[in-house]
Every structure is written in C-alpha cells, then in structure tokens.
C-alpha cells in the first residue's frame, strides 16, 4: 500500500463538507478544508433537497439531526409538492398540483451548514482565511497550493469546491488554455478562458426571511396564505415561493425577476446587495392580492444577481477535480444546486475510497468523476434553465399559446399542458436514484483498476 492519500479542499462550503464527511475516518486519506472566510459565514436564507439527495445526506450520517432543524416530511411517499399558480393578474388561476415522491426538504442554510460541520471527522482540519492564489502541478504528480498569505501546502489531489467564483476553476482552465497555446490551438485556449467567465442569467433573486411570528396573526385570520403544499406563484418574467424554514419558526422569501434581454450580458455592480422594497414591489405591480400581502413583510430584501458559468468541457485536471458551483453553477429553478455539489462530493468520496485505490490512481478516479459526474450535471443545468422559461412564462411554446387564448377555459388547458411539461422535466430529482450513477462510477473504475490494457489507462492530461 502507498503512502496516505493528503487532500486538500479549497472552499468550506456545503461541496466541500459533503466530500470531507462522506470519507468519514478513512485512515488511507487526509483532508484538509481550507476556506478564503475567517469563520464561518453561511451566505443565503433558504435551501432544500429532494428525496434522492435526502438519501446521501442520511448515508452520510447527518439524516437525524438534520430531521430535527426542518419542518418537512422525509420519507420517500407520493406527496403534493407544489401548487403552480398564475398569479400575474388581479385575480389569480390555480392551475397544476405538482404531486413528487417525497417532498422538496427545506431548511435554513445555517442550520444546514452548521449540521455538516457539527458532522465533521476530528481527522479533518478545517483552516480558515486561506484563500488560494495559485497552483501547480509537480513532476512528481503532487500538486502545490499557494495561498495568499504566503502559505504553500502540497497535496496529491485538490479540490474546487470553491464557489463560482472558483480561484482553482481560474488556475485549471488558464493553464489549459495555454497548453493549447503552446500548441498553436488558439480557438481551444480562447474557449478555455471564455468558460471561465461567469454570466448574468438575467435574472434577480430578492430574498428574505420573515419571522414566523411576525405573520402569525395575518395567517390566522386568512390575510395571508402559507400552504402546507408550497405554492409556486408564476407570472409574465417573474415568479415567487414562500415556505417555512428552522423548523417552521422562519418564512423563507424567494422572488425571482427575469430580464430576458439582459442574459448573458455583464451586470454592473455587486451581485449580492439590499435594495429597497419599492423595487421588490414595482417587479410585483398588478399581481394577485395574496402575493400584494407577503411583500408587505419584505423591508428590506437582499437582492441577487444570478450568475451561471458556461457548460465545461472537463471538471478534472492532473490532481485537480472541481465540484459543486465551482464546476455547474446553475439558476436556482430545480432546488438542485445545493443537491448537485452533494451528488459530485459523495460520488468522488466513495471512489477514493476504495481500499484499492492509492496516490497513483487519482487520474483513474478522476477520468471516472469526470465521466459520469459532468454529463449528469450539465443536464440538471439544462433542465434548470428550462423551468425557469416555464416559471417565468417565457418558454416560446407556450408564451405565445397562452397570448393567443381567447377564453379562461382555453388558457386553462394551455396552462395545465405547461404544469404536465414542467413535471415532466422535473421528474429525475424525485424519481431516479442516486445509486445508479454511483453503481455506475464503481463498475467503470473498477475495470480501470484491473485492466492492463495501456488503452484503457485514462488521464487528466489535456
């Protein structure tokens, strides 16, 4: 057996304790968490998973604390789910009840967090202010980190999980790109350094969290509406949630306002800033009364710019892997962010710990990651684009059919069509298991394990 395998994760977000706690006490690997924050800050409000992410995290170890910080069902039985309703109007049409196995399991990001890092190995060592400069990779195979205090590491793998934003995805892709430089490929280089750029998706996130008591009056005499199925308000470029949160004693605020003629272009100043509530309410103007009321609680919302990074041609280089937003950042409109940085965690703990697997086989685990990890990926970022065209009403299919419907009866049939269409490219976050592509990673990395076959050696080498 060779030498124990040292990991270094840049980025303590929620990718990042994914993959420590999914290796759990491996005594064949060590892991390192360095995180660019001095302490722990969790940034956002909201978060939750589906039923298929739900059975990692309970793999993982985290499935009863977690239970115990969110007011949601766990089990995996058919649930309504959501209520989508058009509501850009001054009376609002429920149209479609969006029935999954399993409900969407909400929490507040802190609780989240805060659980993950309660959940951590004691052979892992989180180290806060290390933001990374630079890498490179030794001739040797080993990889040295530098960070921007001066500080130099070196490790057999590092990983991304540093956000999109990603100071690793920076270093892989401009190494990449002059690679191919060097080999007279300007376009691929040119490619690599375009990827890297994150774009404006053109669309606005406001949120907030509202104190259940703050509304507990309102919701008793009917002034307000909180179902236990979460209603998904839609309407012409926008749409809006409200749900509970840390255990039903906080309101969850997500309002979403999409600019179709400002997507891909630069957004000037800060993504995450507050604003005041008239802009919250001028993006609402004309919408349904119930949607009027729950802007009445919103003081101050916290706006967001989303950003998105384009699809990558590869999430690996030699000893570097990325994962979560630092290789998929997508828009919000499947609640599978979070759940996607788990999966890419959770796939690639698992294949490192393989008892069989040592330091010279990190390319091997990685061409397998790579392999089953990225397609699936880029696809839930697809599928996450797609149901904010449906969300926001701008899907051309049907933003032109529900314009030409000349009777509430004709647009009803054009709106329960768009709730089928929506389920329909929903489906895989509650009805297809994780253990398939996980099977699938183990059977792959197994044949490279035992064949001789030089062929069949994959590396991270561009």
């Known amino acids: 057996m060779d030498k124990q395998i040292k990991v270094a994760v840049c980025g303590g977000g929620i990718s990042g304790l994914a993959f420590a706690i999914a290796l759990g006490k491996n005594p064949n690997i060590s892991v390192d968490i360095y995180e660019a924050a001095p302490q722990f800050l969790p940034i956002g409000a909201g978060i939750g998973v589906w039923i298929r992410v739900w059975d990692l995290l309970a793999k993982m170890g985290l499935a009863d604390d977690l239970k115990v910080q969110t007011a949601s069902a766990t089990t995996p039985d058919p649930i309504d789910a959501l209520i989508f309703r058009k509501s850009d109007q001054p009376e609002g049409l429920e149209f479609y009840k969006l029935v999954t196995n399993g409900p969407f399991i909400t929490f507040h990001r802190h609780d989240f967090q805060q659980t993950m890092i309660d959940h951590l190995p004691d ?105 236990e199925c979460h209603i998904q308000h839609m309407g012409r470029n926008a749409n809006l949630i409200v749900y509970p949160v840390a255990n039903g004693t906080m309101i969850n605020f997500a309002a979403f ?153 004709e647009q009803e049939q054009v709106l329960k069509e768009l709730g089928e269409a929506m389920k329909k490219n929903w489906e895989w976050a509650w009805s297809t298991p994780f253990d398939d592509c996980m099977e699938a990673g183990v059977v792959m990395l197994k044949r490279l394990m035992t064949s001789s076959d030089v062929a069949h050696t994959v590396s991270a080498v561009l």
């Open 123 to 227: 052979t892992c060592k989180m180290h806060h202010s290390k933001r990374l400069s630079t890498y490179t990779t030794l001739p040797d195979g080993r990889i040295r980190a530098s960070f921007d205090d001066g500080t130099q590491i070196l490790c057999d793998l590092l990983i991304g999980a540093d956000g999109i934003k990603s100071v690793v995805r920076d270093n892989l892709l401009r190494q990449k790109a002059a690679k191919y430089a060097a080999m007279g490929n300007h376009e691929a280089a040119y490619k690599c350094l375009a990827s890297n750029q994150p774009h404006w998706s053109g669309t606005m996130a406001y949120r907030a969290l509202i104190p259940m008591e703050k509304v507990k009056g309102d919701l008793a005499k009917g002034m307000l509406t909180l179902e």
């Open 257 to 409: 306002y999409h600019q179709p003629d400002k997507v891909g272009t630069v957004f000037e100043g800060p993504w995450v800033a507050h604003v005041a509530k008239e802009e919250l309410q001028t993006a609402y103007a004309g919408w349904e009364p119930s949607v009027q009321a729950w802007l009445q609680f919103i003081d101050a919302p916290s706006r967001w710019a989303i950003h998105t990074i384009e699809p990558l041609d590869s999430y690996i280089a030699d000893g570097v892997a990325l994962v979560g937003d630092a290789a998929h950042a997508m828009v919000p409109h499947q609640g599978s962010g979070a759940g996607q940085g788990i999966e890419d965690a959770y796939f690639l703990a698992t294949l490192l710990s393989n008892p069989s697997v040592t330091a010279r086989d990190i390319p091997k685990v990685l061409s397998v990651y790579d392999a089953v990890r990225r397609p699936f990926a880029v696809e839930v970022c697809r599928r996450s684009h797609l149901n904010g065209s449906y969300y926001t009403l701008n899907h051309p299919e049907f933003k032109n059919r529900i314009a030409k419907c000349a009777s509430k009866d």
